[in-house]
């Protein structure tokens, strides 16, 4: 009985010892594959200078205790741009040498093109990106009559023409694919920002290369200091723009960034906005409704403060220090086809 129990106990110990042995090899095989690996990875001292000298020096030079009275981070440490925040020079310095380029979209469709687009292009000129290659895309159903406008070195205009819809609210919405369309086939390929526009809007002051980054929203003039709960989000389940809840209420007025998450923001839109029309459903602000969908799923890397696109008829002006670019004053009924 004991031989037996020792032979018994003699074979689990060699069993164990088999166990033990294998789990070693496999410990160490692993530990060669992984160091092998890890060796095949490039280091990132060898990573292009380009991707460090944009981002994260200029990122740390931000004063986000500069204005005291306004939200100057997200909760999620995106920066909000506000003035006194940021070193222009050093801003505008970082990019030039960089040699970046940025793509400026905007559509002047119908009326909109003699009402808006010359005072766009002109006041751009003095105060946009300045200093950077900028290259302006104009969309339109009317290319011939696109005035001709004096551009800075490095500065260039290119005139898309465009379908025009019968309703106003389409040509906003399909703006998206038409976006989207572009950058695919030609922006990418030149551009490594691109920045959307409406056309109804005039630049007064510095719209510089600190409003630059990998995913840029704007908050909205009306909103910013208002309540989660009077945000004017779409409350219809039935629509793919559908939200109970979100950080900001942004502004479709300007949106931005690296022209690969242009696209995919544009992309979303589109994608909901056709799917939507198959539903028999639109949303309540239109691509600005699906465009805050898409902020609240993807969160924006940066936002511009209310300076970047301010409307003159707010009365509590106080957070304000600089008047970038405004709101142009507007006759709706005279524009809109219908």
Not at 199 to 220: I, T
Not at 249 to 262: D, Q, R, T
Not at 288 to 312: A, I, T
């Amino acid at each position: 009985m004991k031989r037996q129990f020792f032979t018994a106990m003699s074979g689990l110990k060699v069993r164990r010892a088999g166990i033990f042995c294998c789990l070693v090899l496999l410990v160490v095989g692993f530990t060669c594959f992984y160091s092998r690996y890890l060796t095949s990875l490039p280091s990132a001292l060898n990573l292009p200078m380009a991707s460090f000298r944009v981002s994260t020096p200029i990122i740390n030079t931000l004063n986000f205790r500069a204005r005291p009275v306004v939200v100057t981070r997200t909760s999620w440490k995106a920066p909000i741009m506000w003035e006194g925040m940021f070193d222009p020079n050093h801003y505008d310095q970082m990019y030039i040498k960089n040699q970046t380029s940025v793509a400026v979209t905007v559509f002047a469709v119908g009326r909109y093109l003699d009402a808006y687009l010359k005072t766009f292009l002109t006041s751009a000129e003095k105060h946009l990106m300045l200093g950077l290659q900028v290259t302006y895309y104009v969309f339109t159903d009317l290319p011939e009559n696109v005035t001709n406008i004096k551009l800075a070195p490095n500065r260039n205009l290119k005139v898309i023409k465009v379908e025009k819809h019968g309703r106003w609210q389409d040509i906003s919405m399909m703006r998206m694919k038409t976006i989207s369309d572009a950058i695919e086939s030609e922006i990418r390929h030149h551009c490594r920002y691109v920045f959307c526009f409406d056309v109804d809007q005039e630049f007064k002051g510095r719209f510089g290369s600190e409003a630059l980054g990998d995913s840029v929203a704007l908050l909205h003039a009306w909103f910013y200091k208002l309540p989660n709960n009077t945000f004017t989000y779409d409350r219809n389940p039935k629509s793919k723009a559908f939200m109970q809840a979100g950080d900001y209420y942004y502004h479709a007025a300007i949106f931005g960034g690296l022209s690969e998450n242009v696209k995919n923001l544009t992309d979303y839109c589109y994608s909901s906005i056709m799917e939507d029309k198959l539903n028999n459903v639109e949303a309540l602000w239109h691509d600005e409704s699906h465009l805050n969908k898409y902020f609240w799923l993807h969160k924006p890397s940066r936002l511009l403060s209310p300076e970047y696109c301010w409307d003159p008829h707010i009365i509590n002006n106080s957070d304000i220090k600089v008047t970038r670019l405004i709101w142009a004053p507007k006759n709706y009924k005279a524009l809109r086809m219908r």
